[in-house]
């Protein structure tokens, strides 16, 4: 993230602050498609989450549901390098989809090995 408020401020683009934690539907419009493919994939993370049942282990309950976040966030990524022009949010999507990724396997990892425990 500091990588990405750096190139804001050299780029003289202004960094707007924004809840991470809110998904809600706004009523801003994309172009060409590109604000539905966003919302599918809030909406496929939410529909994967909801099947998740808490196992009282908040250590697997926190992985089971970063998955599917995770996941999203790379859906969302791939869709901001289809759509978007903007060279900052490019690399930003980019960054994400190999940063997810790879926290992904990490968290599949840890899975499997608790498993074999």
């Known amino acids: ?10 780029d003289g683009l202004p960094a707007q602050q924004q809840d991470h934690h809110e998904h809600g ?6 172009g ?3 604000w539905s493919e966003l919302m599918s994939s809030m909406d496929t993370m ?8 808490p196992s009282g282990d ?5 992985v089971k549901l970063m998955l599917p976040h995770h996941q999203a966030a790379i859906d ?3 869709t901001e390098l289809m759509h978007g ?3 900052v949010m490019r690399r930003m999507a980019q960054e994400i989809i190999t940063d997810q990724q ?6 599949k990892l840890w899975e499997k090995e608790r498993e074999q425990k």
């Open 32 to 34: 060409k498609g590109d």
């Open 25 to 30: 539907h706004d009523s801003m419009g994309g």
């Open 85 to 87: 022009n903007d060279p």
């Open 76 to 78: 969302m990524a791939k």
């Open 102 to 107: 790879s926290e992904i396997e990490l968290m």
């Open 1 to 10: 993230m500091a990588v990405l408020l750096a190139l804001l401020a050299a």
């Open 58 to 62: 908040s250590d697997l309950d926190f």
């Open 46 to 53: 939410h529909a994967d989450m909801d099947l998740i049942k």
